[in-house]
T-cell receptor, first 113, second 109 residues
Framework: NAGVTQTPKFRILKIGQSMTLQCTQD?????MYWYRQDPGMGLKLIYY???????DKGEVPNGYNVSRSTTEDFPLRLELAAPSQTSVYFC????????????FGPGTRLTVT | GQNIDQPTEMTATEGAIVQINCTYQ??????LFWYQQHAGEAPTFLSY??LDGLEEKGRFSSFLSRSKGYSYLLLKELQMKDSASYLC??????????WGAGTKLIIKP
């Protein structure tokens, strides 16, 4: 199993550009999450999904959108990128709710200038 | 809001023992996780505590006191590869994880 994969690994965006961060898992997990990690701060939950077709906002959803059309894929869309979105983005999945271990992808390092 | 507090950085010697503390707000508590994160890599799961007491898993142990809102991660027989950040995360009343900023552990020979 590849586990959780994310693309791209690195990206530089100009202010106002848009992009999609891809996330795929092959463990047949129902729960998937998007986090951002800023230096000196804890992981912040952006969006999560409890199954295909179901998504919900986390702590910091503004400026982002998600979709979950299949169990495997959970892309994160950034519209009108802003410097405040410069961060490392992690996708994670788990078999069940937050009582279960989360498996993280390798991360996407995004810079908005 | 929820606050998770853990030291920013700790230094220890190879072969020694180190304890990394984590305090959290007790209202709405539903469980506590510890994750390890090497620099530039993704977090990986270490432990999950729901009940009071010590859970041992090889060189790593995790302790929880729900009444005190306190947990610690104990690392024994430290190895250079243990140099990493250790993240404490509380499962809150909304069943989401609230993450601490992490403790950077530096191991010296």
């Amino acid at each position: 199993n590849a586990g959780v994969t994310q693309t791209p690994k690195f990206r530089i965006l100009k202010i106002g550009q848009s992009m999609t961060l891809q996330c795929t898992q092959d463990m047949n997990h129902n729960y998937m999450y998007w986090y951002r990690q800023d230096p000196g701060m804890g992981l912040k939950l952006i969006y999560y999904s409890v199954g295909a077709g179901i998504t919900d906002k986390g702590e910091v959803p503004n400026g982002y959108n998600v979709s979950r059309s299949t169990t495997e894929d959970f892309p994160l869309r950034l519209e009108l990128a802003a410097p405040s979105q410069t961060s490392v983005y992690f996708c994670a999945s788990s078999y069940g709710d937050s009582s279960y271990e989360q498996y993280f992808g390798p991360g996407t390092r995004l810079t908005v200038t | 809001g929820q606050n998770i507090d853990q030291p920013t950085e700790m230094t220890a010697t190879e072969g020694a023992i180190v304890q990394i503390n984590c305090t959290y707000q007790t209202s709405g508590f539903n469980g506590l996780f510890w994750y390890q994160q090497h620099a530039g890599e993704a977090p990986t799961f270490l432990s999950y505590n729901v009940l009071d007491g010590l859970e041992e898993k090889g060189r790593f142990s995790s302790f929880l006191s729900r009444s005190k809102g306190y947990s610690y991660l104990l690392l024994k027989e430290l190895q250079m590869k243990d140099s990493a950040s250790y993240l404490c995360a509380e499962k809150d009343s909304n069943y989401q994880l609230i993450w601490g900023a992490g403790t950077k552990l530096i191991i010296k020979p």
